[in-house]
C-alpha cells in the first residue's frame, strides 16, 4: 500500500455528478469528455456520483439508488472505463461523512457565508435551506482530500468551492501541524465554450432541474428525441452571421453553434465559417445530424447498462472497494491527528 505521509505520486483527479436527475448534453460536454480524456492521460481517476450532495435538496428517496445507477451508467456510456476509473457511490464511502464533520470544524463561518452557489440555490427563503446546502462545500472539500486528489475538473461555477477546499486544507495542516499532509488541489480548468446553455433560454444554462424537458437534450434520449429537440429549440429569424464578431446579443443562436462546435470538436468560429448566411432551417438539421451520431451510441450503452441493474450494482461495489482503500488510510490518519479514538 502507498504510504499515504510520503505521497508524491502522479496526477489524482476526483469528480462527480449528482444524482439530481438524468444526465444531460451539458454534463457530457462540459465534464464528461474531459473526464475520459484525464482517464486516458494516465492520471488516477476518481469518479463518484455524489448521492450525499443530493439529499441536500428535497428528493425521493425511493428513487435515489436507480438515480445513482442511472449516473454511473451515463458516466460509462460516455466512455468512463469502470476498470481505469473508480466509480462509485459517495456514501458508500463512510470517509466522506467523517472528514467532512471534521473540515466542518476547520472551515469558519464567514468563509462559507461567502459561497455565492448557496446564495443561487437557497433562493429567497434562505432560513428554510437545509443546513446541508449551506455546508455542501465543505463535504465537496472532503470528497477532494480524502483522496489526496491533485486535480479537479471544475467548471466556472465551482471555482470558489475549490478555492475553499484549498484554504480548508490548509487551515486543517496549520492547526495540527501536519505541513504536506494533504496536496493544495489545482483546478483542471474545462475547454472554453463548454458551458452549455438550455434550449429554451440562451441566457440559463442547461440543467437536470429544468422543469422543461424540451431545455435539454438527456442522454437517454432516442434519435427522434434529439431531432424534435433540436427543431423546437429557441432562435431567432436571422441567418447565421458571417463572422463571430457580428453573431451580437443573440445567446440562443451562439448556444446552437457552441454545441455543434463541442461535438464536432472544432470552434465556433469554424462552425461560422461553414455556414455562415444560412438560416436555422438549414442549420438546425445538420446539427442534429451530428448530435444523433455523437449521442445515439451514448443512448444505446446507456440503455444496454441500465437495463442490468446487477451489473451497474457490481461494478458500484468494485469503485467503492478501490475508493476505501485510498480514503479509509487518510481518514484514520486524520483521526489520530486530531485526537479521536478508534
Ligand atoms: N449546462 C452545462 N454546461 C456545461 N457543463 C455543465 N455541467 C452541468 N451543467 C452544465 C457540469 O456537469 C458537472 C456535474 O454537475 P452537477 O451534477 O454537480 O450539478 P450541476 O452543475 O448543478 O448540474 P445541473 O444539471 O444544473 O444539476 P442540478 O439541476 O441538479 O443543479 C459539473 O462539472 C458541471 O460543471
Known sequence: MTDIQTYS????????????????????????????????????????????????MPHAAAELPDKVRGAAAAYIASGVDPEKSAVFAQSAVPAHAELAWIFQCVARLGWLERMTQFKDKAGKDKERASVGLFTYPVLQAADILVYKATHVPVGEDQKQHLELSRDIAARFMRDYDC?????????????????IMSL???????SKSDPSDLSRIN??????????KIKKAKTDPEPLPGSL????????????????????????????????????????????????ERLSPVANEYARLIADPA?????????????????????KEVKARVGFWG
Open 9 to 56: 505520486g502522479p496526477q489524482r483527479i476526483l469528480s462527480g455528478m449528482q444524482p439530481t436527475g438524468g444526465l444531460h448534453l451539458g454534463n457530457y460536454l462540459g465534464a464528461l469528455v474531459n473526464w475520459v480524456k484525464l482517464q486516458e492521460s494516465g492520471a488516477e481517476c476518481f469518479y463518484c456520483v455524489v448521492d450525499m450532495h443530493a439529499i441536500t
Open 179 to 195: 505541513e504536506g499532509f494533504f496536496p493544495l488541489p489545482d483546478p483542471y480548468i474545462q475547454g472554453a465554450g463548454t458551458r
Open 200 to 206: 429554451k433560454d440562451g441566457s440559463k444554462k442547461m
Open 219 to 228: 442522454l437517454s434520449d432516442d434519435a427522434d428525441t434529439i431531432a424534435r
Open 245 to 292: 464578431e457580428d453573431m451580437g446579443d443573440r445567446p440562443e443562436a451562439l448556444n446552437l453553434v457552441g454545441i455543434y462546435a463541442a461535438l464536432e470538436g472544432s470552434t465556433a468560429e469554424k462552425v461560422i465559417s461553414e455556414f455562415g448566411g444560412q438560416g436555422f432551417g438549414a442549420f438546425k438539421p445538420k446539427l442534429a445530424e451530428l448530435a444523433v
Open 311 to 331: 451489473e451497474m450494482d457490481r461494478i458500484l461495489t468494485k469503485g467503492a472497494e478501490r475508493a476505501r482503500a485510498i480514503a479509509d488510510p487518510v481518514i
